[in-house]
T-cell receptor, first 112, second 113 residues
């Protein structure tokens, strides 16, 4: 069965510093992986997706993620955090029946 | 840009009452989903729907739950007799066949008193 583990429940960074949100996946086949973001009182917005093409995936708002099969990881990064990046981030894997399996989420705090 | 919409944004109901949560998926999408997020917990899959029938449902989706596409645009989730533990944010999503990106609505916050 597919699953994802988000290694940090909270991450706090200063504005202008890099962001790293960690995710490990478990899958019996080449997975489709996603990062979604949820701003307070908002819905879920797709940041980026990996579907077995390029291993470095670029998303919206300057975010990117690298698929590393050897490490079963799909970490989300951004070179420079902005105050508007403060939100909850979900690493997600799609299973064979096309339903999404969510990680527990990482709350990103951005300090001024 | 097309988007998934959901109504109402917040629903408060008494335990044992029926509620219907409404969703309007993106117009050319044919796969529809409901997920829920209990406060402080993971987003969980409830049900997927295609070609006017349920494709898959989770163990959460018991006989109290039903889904329907009553016309060409709406997709509804009905909870027949609500329980306190049904209090959650319910998200509708839709996708295009053979495209694995699911687009989510803003959610309906259901509060059962």
């Amino acid at each position: 069965a597919q699953s994802v583990t988000q290694l940090d429940s909270h991450v706090s960074v200063s504005e202008g510093t890099p962001v790293l949100l960690r995710c490990n996946y478990s899958s019996s086949y080449s997975p489709s992986l996603f990062w979604y973001v949820q701003h307070p009182n908002k819905g879920l917005q797709l940041l980026l997706k990996y579907t077995s093409a390029a291993t470095l995936v670029k998303g919206i708002n300057g975010f990117e993620a690298e698929f590393k099969k050897s490490e079963t990881s799909f970490h989300l990064t951004k070179p420079s955090a902005h105050m508007s990046d403060a939100a909850e981030y979900f690493c997600v894997v799609m299973d064979s029946s096309y339903k999404l399996i969510f990680g527990s989420g990482t709350r990103l705090l951005v300090r001024p | 840009e097309p988007e998934v919409t959901q109504t109402p944004s917040h629903q408060v109901t008494q335990m044992g009452q029926e509620v219907i949560l409404r969703c309007v998926p993106i117009s050319n999408h044919l796969y529809f989903y409901w997920y829920r997020q209990i406060l402080g917990q993971k987003v969980e899959f409830l049900v997927s729907f295609y070609n006017n029938e349920i494709s898959e449902k989770s163990e959460i989706f018991d006989d109290q739950f039903s889904v329907e596409r009553p016309d060409g645009s709406n997709f509804t989730l009905k909870i027949r007799s609500t329980k306190l533990e049904d209090s959650a944010m319910y998200f509708c999503a839709s996708s295009v066949p053979f495209n694995n990106e699911q687009f989510f609505g803003p959610g309906t916050r259901l509060t059962v008193l």
